[in-house]
């Protein structure tokens, strides 16, 4: 009879162990679907059901190989790519990407320089 209550303490500990992986995934996948969409509100509401900060998950999101950043320039979600700009850090955004350019530089150059999310990007950077 002992062992009963020690198998299922040890069951719902290795149970336990697996959800927040997939909740950690499902978040993501919701993270890039709203950035896509350019959803602001879905987003900001995902990210407070889930009591996390845009600015400590921000590096550990990748959508389809992109930063939140770049998927939001490559899908024209100003909105989103704005709101996202404001809440990292100025170092966030000053930061090296894997192909060596910062997210402003890469925008410039894919011409994405002249959007509004590459003018919040600036704005922080300068301290405006």
Known sequence: MRLLPISIAAIIAA????????????????????????????LRKKLKENRVKLRN??????????SLLRTAFKSGSDKVGTFVAKRLPVSELQ?????????????????????????????????G
């Open 15 to 42: 149970s336990s162990y697996t959800l927040p992986a997939h909740a950690n995934d499902q978040l993501a996948a919701n993270i890039c679907n709203y950035v896509q969409a350019d959803d602001k509100n879905r």
């Open 57 to 66: 998950i921000y590096s550990s999101i990748s959508c389809n190989g992109d």
């Open 95 to 127: 930061a090296v990407e894997a192909d060596g350019t910062s997210i402003s530089a890469w925008a410039d150059a894919n011409g994405h320089g002249a959007s509004a999310i590459n003018s919040a990007i600036k704005a922080r950077i300068s301290g």
